[in-house]
């Protein structure tokens, strides 16, 4: 059974960081193209940014809203993703998912930024 | 690449056939995915490739379309179908969401 469980949201200041993970089992983790998705309270899913595959080069792209603010990385060593966040707003407050190719989620980590 | 879906919101009863729309501003081909998303729960995945179901997705889902225009279709409704629905585009970065349909029951 493949599982993915984010782990790392938490209550942070405006301006804080703060480093979320997604850990997988039950899959090549490897070949795996992951993505980070987010979704503010009442509002739709926002599409935060992918890390391919290393086979594929191991490349991430961003959504504008966080580009030059979060780094998505992984650890194939330990069939986890990252998101990095600095610079935290009040607008990045949401629940942030893990998902896999297209095909599988995580349950989600909260992220309220508040001061 | 923006993603249209219509309509925001749509009533219907058990048995019923629904269509839900989305309409991309520039060619995708086939890359659009449909997911589900119910109350408090993370987002289920239902269809990739526009039309290819996941292997656990019931059969009385279907997506069709290709190039800017895709539907996904309930062709009977069950009780567990009230949800939200989202279409997504992975065709170019940013990949990006439709606004999302409810569905909810009459």
């Known amino acids: 059974e493949v599982q993915l469980v984010e782990s790392g949201g938490a209550l942070v200041k405006p301006g804080g960081s703060l480093r979320l993970s997604c850990a997988v089992s039950g899959f090549t983790f490897s070949d795996a193209w992951m993505t980070w998705v987010r979704q503010a309270p009442g509002k739709g899913l926002d599409w935060v940014g992918r890390?391919?595959?290393?086979?594929?080069?191991?490349?991430?792209d961003y959504a504008a809203v966080v580009k030059g603010r979060c780094t998505i990385s992984r650890d194939d060593s330990k069939n986890t993703l990252y998101l990095q966040m600095n610079s935290l707003k009040t607008e990045d407050t949401a629940v942030y998912y893990c998902l896999l190719n297209l095909d599988y989620w995580g349950q989600g980590t909260l992220v309220t930024v508040s001061s | 690449i923006e993603l249209t879906q219509s309509p925001s919101s749509v009533s219907a009863s058990l048995g019923d056939r629904v269509t839900i729309s989305c309409r991309a501003s520039l060619h995708i081909s086939n890359f659009l995915a449909w997911f589900q998303q119910k109350p408090g729960k993370a987002p289920k995945s239902l269809i990739y490739g526009a039309s290819t179901l996941h292997s656990v997705v019931p059969s009385r889902f279907s997506g069709s379309g290709s190039g800017t225009d895709f539907t996904l279709t309930i062709s009977s409704l069950q009780p567990e179908d009230f949800a939200t629905y989202y279409c997504?585009?992975?065709?170019?970065?940013?990949?990006?969401f439709g606004q999302g349909t409810k569905l909810e029951i009459k």
């Open positions: 890390i391919k595959s290393k086979t594929d080069g191991a490349t991430a």
């Open positions: 997504y585009q992975y065709s170019d970065d940013p990949h990006t």
